[in-house]
């Protein structure tokens, strides 16, 4: 499994980013891909998944209402929307898949850098 993302950039707040997940070489048994973030001196942490399968979704409740987790199904690529963007979005975003067990993410992608800044 390889995992590719982009999108990621300088946006001040108040603004909007899209961030792209490429995902190649995923088994049919793909449990889910998720974005997880980590701000500078932080402990990674979870922001939203989508179910590969189901299209259910689930958002922390730091971004709930301004991120919104999709899928472009011909691409095998899932994104994430973001808007009404904080200072406290500032960080590192990886996308992970959920391939061997049910919520554990085995395959991480190498992450892109969001900064909210005026």
């Known amino acids: 499994v390889q995992l590719v993302e982009s999108g990621g950039g300088l946006v001040q707040p108040g603004g909007s980013l899209r961030l792209s997940c490429v995902a190649s070489g995923l088994p049919s048994n793909v449990y889910g891909i998720a974005w997880f973030r980590q701000a500078p001196g932080a402990e990674r942490e979870f922001v939203a998944v989508?179910?590969?399968?189901?299209?259910?979704?689930l958002y922390d409740d730091s971004v709930k209402g301004r991120f919104t987790i999709s899928r472009d199904n011909n691409e095998n690529t899932v994104y994430l929307q973001m808007n009404r963007l904080k200072p406290d979005d500032t960080a590192v975003y990886y996308c992970a898949a959920s391939v061997i067990r049910a919520g554990a993410y085995d395959s991480w992608g190498q992450g892109t850098q969001v900064t909210v800044s005026s």
């Open positions: 989508l179910g590969w399968n189901t299209g259910n979704t």
